[in-house]
């Protein structure tokens, strides 16, 4: 079974500008969550979306949204992008067959940086 | 809200030694989780705890969950240089991690 993919690996942006990640689920799972990763703050959970709808949604600003499609497969966009959105944005799947214990598969992540 | 403290941030060991991370919930768990990220990887998930004092073990990795379930921790008996890398522990539902712990291991 394929695992997580997330799309671009690797993108450049400046200041100011918008961005928009991609994150393909493992097949048969609905919920998508989003975590930032950066050297000082760790692994930061951004939102969960489970069958087109948004679960949770962590302690980011309003320019951070997603979405996620009949699919299953979600995006995320970052506008105005600041230099401290500089990070590696992590994609995980999961099957959430209810209750808390349903285990993420991350995917090998976007690496973002903002000059 | 929920935080996930773990102790220490940074460990080196030689090879042959063993390993302990800790990991402290300001709130009670249903659940905690385990993840490894080996550098330049992502988090991998090793095992999930459930029950108040369980005990797990996977080959030389031992992993407990507290009574009170609000503290957790993982040894390595015997580190190998396979072992490197940064161990998080989560909490449950959107996965509150802690900063983890990054282990390095010298031949």
């Known amino acids: 079974k394929a695992g997580v993919t997330q799309t671009p690996r690797y993108l450049i942006k400046t200041r100011g500008q918008q961005v928009t990640l991609s994150c393909s689920p493992i097949?048969?799972?609905?919920?998508v969550s989003w975590y930032q990763q950066t050297p000082g703050q760790g692994l930061q959970f951004l939102f969960e979306?489970?069958?087109?709808?948004?679960?949770n949604k962590g302690n980011f600003p309003g320019r951070f949204s997603g979405r996620q499609f009949s699919n299953s497969r979600s995006e995320m966009n970052v506008s105005t992008l600041e230099l401290g959105d500089s990070a590696l944005y992590l994609c995980?799947?999961?099957?959430?067959?209810?209750?808390?214990?349903?285990?993420?598969?991350f995917g090998p992540g976007t690496r973002l940086t903002v000059l | 809200g929920q935080q996930v403290m773990q102790i220490p941030q940074y460990q080196h060991v030689q090879e042959g030694e063993d390993f302990t991370t800790y990991c402290n919930s300001s709130?009670?768990?249903?659940?905690i989780q385990w993840y490894k990220q080996r550098p330049g990887g992502h988090p991998v998930f090793l095992i999930q705890?459930?029950?108040?004092?369980e005990v797990k073990k996977q080959k030389r990795l031992t992993f407990q969950f507290g009574e009170a379930k609000k503290n957790s921790s993982l040894h390595i008996t015997a580190t190998q240089t396979t072992d490197v890398g940064t161990y998080f522990c989560?909490?449950?539902?959107?996965?509150?991690f802690g900063k983890g712990t990054m282990l390095l291991v010298s031949p």
């Open positions: 995980a799947s999961s099957l959430r067959t209810g209750g808390d214990s349903d285990t993420q598969y």
């Open positions: 097949s048969g799972h609905r919920s």
């Open positions: 979306y489970f069958s087109e709808t948004q679960r």
């Open positions: 709130t009670t768990l249903s659940n």
């Open positions: 705890l459930v029950k108040s004092g």
């Open positions: 989560a909490g449950a539902r959107t996965l509150t």
